[in-house]
């Protein structure tokens, strides 16, 4: 008999007797048996049929109203629903509303918004232009034969543990690798001191997870490494800066900010400075460990750039001088080996290397084992001393070749530092270029820099660059020194008419 | 002259000139030029002889007694302090209070104790001991060659990409190939609604980071994965289970809790869950979805174990039923090819995908580059379709096996679901035997279990435990049982002075 509702409910199911009732209409709408137009019986009736109470019926009235199959008229009864305003057949809910993605998110996620990190990675991958924005090594002239032969080693003497999960402090052989390479850094450590990380920037992001509130101060200098100003306000930290001068931060002024504003934590990167590529004398590393003691301000010493040194041994790390476990030290294999392995490390006091070793372990339970596996074994066979020593000498031959090119082309007004170490030139502008004028402009030439105003916390920098002399060959260094003096003269001429006169009579002092 | 006070001061010099005198003098006495016991002069005698004002002497002076070098006695003037109360001659700085470290972690930093999730990962490079514990693939008939093979090739082509820093959203060709994975199981997606994750816990991290408040509740089954309890727990999120029965989730359970306390998020496993193995049915997905779409509440569906089905095809994803993307979806190939490699994926509306982007950039820039590029050759040359087609017919011997021994030697009240995928054995121990007392009994015999009791949010779960299947060779399998089953019976005869019977009689029934 066509259009007869036959449905049945189970007392024993652990499905609410409404939810049944509700389910099986469904069931015979969408199989098309009850045809839209059919009338449902009046609530009263169908629970007298089934047996239960009226309220129940009710409730699955109310349940297939709200999923659209049905509709009430005062005087006709209940009604099945056309077709058309019915969803569709697998999930029917027709006036679903779309989620407002943003209305979800928490109120930090507004701050992790930065355009500029993310094109300079993106940039990379790209053989489109000539980037002197990331810091990258130069990877053409780097031991990719070595790794590949010690991973063929690992897999045929089937080190199956290289492939496996492993513990969230990291593989200890490494761990015990790095505690002893650490001596030639003057830092006496153990492996328990050591947290391998999935790249240093995993260090600033779980330093903020297990330190900072909303609300909290961090000190930084200005400028500084734009991805950690990013992490310590996605933590919703107040990050203040101090400026620095030719001898780094202006401990001299920090001491007032510090019993000012009492801060957290102090992020330094005290030698070749990324962008400013100058050190904190030996003396300013005095102060600020002095100023860390008298305040019991923990500092977090970031070293990536530490074994590129191209003008004698750099200074003593902070951690070196550090006699009473203030100081927090990070570095990384990113800009000495492969920065697509993402490996780097953590010393710390055991205390809160077991912290941060909690923290990851929730984050992404452990860095990569396979490369932990590789690097160890690179390492062990003497292959990153060797590379050091090689690259020291190429990359400050690059840094020179990047200078002489500055020299032959770049208009009046353009500044640059030489830095004794590190990755870049920090580099002063000619008065009415700004650096996102210059971005624009070199864009059509297919080369592109990190414009200074991404390294200040509050606005500044905007006639800065900075430019990376390590990754690309002198040849390229050249051509894409060329295009950004071109760019530079072109906007000059513009604005004045007069593009100015290049080269030799440039300057060359130190800036920050 | 012995004894005698030389110093000067610059006054073009940036360095404040009262630091100047201190510094001045801190280097005579570290130097021993001047000796303890030394009467410095007098303030106003020394601002005389240098020209300064009286008040930079009194500055340079109190910093030095500071740092513990003086002191003053009325009477007798300042003196030169004895060398035993001075400190090292690196950082003279005596009396220094050592930083307490848990004083300065924020709040939250107390929830992510996880000693269970440790002590799993740690147990996995022991080869001291059975563990069943870590929900781990069977490496050793794992494709490694294959991986070796492919390295080699990139190195060889001269690939440098594949070493390098990379796009924060991962590969594109492997976001690609993984768009048209999703096909197979039912999800229509593009590359663009793809991040690669550094495995599929960053993007429980990464969710929690974009998405919780303090305060905020989320939901989930009860059992469930742990750390995922753990990491809702670090966010400050409020986590509230549902009860399961062998059709998964009870979502008639669930409308009240949302409509209570309007969840932030809806956490489930619904495809052979981890721990229970139970799969939602696909009458409950629809519910699911439903009460999603009323209540606007977003599901993250985690699903690590859909391709290891071993009796007949899982049902649909959530992500698959789901017409109004309300679904977050999570997967990893830890389970399916190597854990060590450290990759995952997330599958989500654009707009989430850009806003997780932006926070995995400030957590680890990308997932390693040199991983993604192995892995998106391996699986373009066809290696995981194969390599899933062999395992599921592995996995499903190795839990026969399991339940096979288990059959053999357990005790009376041992009882075990048969999952039709995944991992896991979910098991209730005899009355009297409790997680935590077996686990000490066959740490005793070298064997281990994750205890139940880590899979439940507030309680629960005492008798219970979980047993991956499929890590090892059947033998090992057999050993680790009969290891467990020992530990057991010595736990029982303890109490009861009786063994109890073991073996056939015992039942096999759907557990939760």
């Not at 310590?232 to 030719?246: C, H, K, N, T, Y």
Request: aromatic content about 8%; overall charge neutral; charged content about 20%.
């Amino acid at each position: 008999m066509k259009n007869v509702m036959r449905i049945s409910v189970n007392r024993n199911s652990k499905i609410p007797v409404y939810l049944q009732i509700r389910n099986e209409i469904r069931e015979l709408i969408l199989s098309k048996v009850l045809e839209p137009g059919f009338r449902l019986p009046p609530e009263r009736k169908l629970a007298l049929t089934l047996g239960v109470n009226r309220s129940t019926v009710v409730n699955a009235y109310r349940e297939l109203e709200a999923d659209g199959f049905i509709e009430s008229h005062v005087g006709r009864g209940t009604i099945i629903k056309p077709l058309s305003s019915q969803e569709n057949t697998r999930t029917p809910f027709p006036d679903v509303q779309p989620l407002v993605w943003k209305d979800f998110y928490n109120r930090l996620s507004a701050q992790m918004y930065n355009p500029i990190l993310n094109s300079v990675l993106e940039q990379i991958v790209s053989e489109e232009i000539i980037s002197f924005a990331a810091g990258v090594p130069a990877y053409v002239s780097y031991p990719a034969q070595a790794f590949e032969r010690i991973f063929s080693e690992l897999m045929q003497n089937d080190q199956w543990h290289a492939l496996e999960y492993s513990a969230t402090a990291g593989h200890y052989p490494l761990r015990e690798y790095l505690s002893k390479f650490m001596r030639s850094r003057g830092i006496q450590t153990k492996p328990e001191n050591i947290l391998i990380l999935s790249g240093s920037q995993q260090g600033l992001d779980l330093v903020a997870k297990v330190f900072l509130e909303p609300g909290d101060t961090v000190v930084v200098e200005e400028p500084t490494y734009l991805g950690a100003i990013s992490v310590f306000q996605a933590a919703g930290a107040r990050v203040l800066s101090i400026p620095m001068d030719e001898e780094g931060m202006r401990t001299d002024m920090l001491e007032q900010v510090i019993s000012h504003h009492r801060p957290k934590l102090i992020y330094t990167l005290p030698t070749f400075q990324n962008p400013s590529g100058i050190s904190l004398s030996p003396e300013r590393r005095h102060a600020l460990l002095q100023l860390a003691y008298r305040y019991h301000v923990p500092i977090l010493e970031d070293d990536p750039y530490g074994e590129l040194y191209y003008e004698g041994e750099p200074p003593l790390p902070l951690k070196a001088m550090d006699r009473h476990d203030h100081v927090l030290y990070l570095s990384t294999f990113s800009k000495i080996l492969f920065p697509g392995l993402r490996l780097g490390w953590c010393v710390a006091p055991s205390a809160v290397i077991e912290q941060l070793t909690l923290a990851k372990q929730l984050v992404d339970l452990h860095a990569g084992t396979t490369a932990q596996w590789v690097m160890d074994r690179f390492c062990r066979q003497g292959l990153l001393e060797r590379h050091l020593a090689q690259v020291r000498k190429d990359y400050a031959q690059k840094r020179n070749t990047m200078i002489e090119a500055l020299e032959a082309c770049a208009p009046p007004g353009f500044v640059w530092n030489v830095p004794k170490g590190g990755f870049y030139l920090w580099c002063q502008l000619p008065v009415g270029v700004t650096a996102t004028s210059l971005l624009n402009k070199a864009s059509e030439k297919r080369v592109a820099f990190l414009p200074g105003n991404a390294c200040y916390v509050g606005g500044g920098g905007t006639d800065r660059i900075r430019l990376c002399f390590s990754r690309y060959t002198e040849e390229t260094i050249r051509e894409g020194i060329k295009r950004i003096c071109m760019a530079m003269k072109e906007i000059m001429v513009k604005q004045t008419g007069l593009e100015g006169k290049s080269g030799k009579e440039q300057g060359i002092k130190p800036i920050v």
